[in-house]
């Protein structure tokens, strides 16, 4: 996938994690997350969720954790290898004592590799606002499709910060409501205060999918 200025996508995030340049890699579940499955009875056996743009997999791990069958998606094969690394130093057993598992799957999130899954779950932390404007739709068209009716989406992004380079250009006002267009609902939007991620204008948002 290349930039809006030609710049190989890819490269760029194998490159961020060859050199260990990921801040964003914190070791710790945000706290929405965690609050949000605190407040969740536990999710029915079998149940899916999906960790879009997972990185070195830490919160794939967090979901499998609350007994969910968690899929980490990310088209760089540096973070994968990373986050089954994760995976295998934690210990199966701490994932299928939950009744959760999880697996990590290469592909780019803007053609999804999963159609009509009925997750219950899914979360982006910071890949969405890096994707070039024009895959966007595609990115979204495939989160409602593999989302139950009911299931939930959240989101963490960047404001739009267009002198940005190809890390994370950030979201428009009003985009994430435009781009899943009423098909899943927005339950809540706050600022993202709490985020160890960056000190940049950022957002946390809950959607819910309608039907
Ligand atoms: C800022 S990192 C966040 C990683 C992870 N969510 C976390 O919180 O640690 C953004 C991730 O999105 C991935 N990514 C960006 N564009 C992607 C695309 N088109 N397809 C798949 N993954 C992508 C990058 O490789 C990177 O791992």
């Known amino acids: 996938m290349q930039s809006e200025n030609g710049q190989d996508l890819r490269a760029h995030w194998d490159e961020r994690y060859r050199s260990g340049q ?8 945000p706290p929405e997350v965690q609050r949000f499955w605190e407040e969740q009875p536990k999710p029915a056996a079998g149940a899916f969720a999906l960790d879009i ?11 499998a ?7 980490g998606f990310d088209f760089s094969g540096q973070a994968l290898q990373l986050a089954v ?4 130093s934690t210990g199966r057993h701490v994932l299928t004592d939950s009744g959760g598992d999880a697996t990590f799957v290469q592909a780019d999130v803007s053609r999804l ?3 009509r899954l009925g997750a219950v779950y899914a979360l982006d932390i910071g890949c969405l606002h890096s994707l070039p404007d024009e895959v966007r739709p595609a990115y979204a068209a495939g989160v409602i ?3 139950t009716c009911g299931g939930h989406f959240h989101l963490y992004v960047f404001d739009r910060n267009i002198s940005d380079g190809p890390g994370a250009k950030g979201m428009r006002e009003g985009e994430v409501a435009a781009l899943f267009d009423n098909k ?4 809540a939007e706050e600022i993202g205060v709490s985020s160890t991620l960056a000190s940049r204008p950022s957002r946390w948002f809950l ?3 309608t039907s």
Request: aromatic share 4%; with cysteine.
């Open 22 to 29: 990921t801040p964003w890699d914190t070791g710790i579940t």
């Open 53 to 63: 743009g997972c990185g070195t997999g830490l919160n794939t791990l967090f979901l």
């Open 65 to 71: 954790r609350q007994g969910l069958c968690a899929i």
């Open 85 to 88: 690394r994760r995976r295998d």
């Open 113 to 115: 590799p999963v159609d």
């Open 145 to 147: 499709r593999a989302l």
């Open 184 to 187: 899943l609902e927005i339950l």
């Open 207 to 209: 959607l819910r999918k």
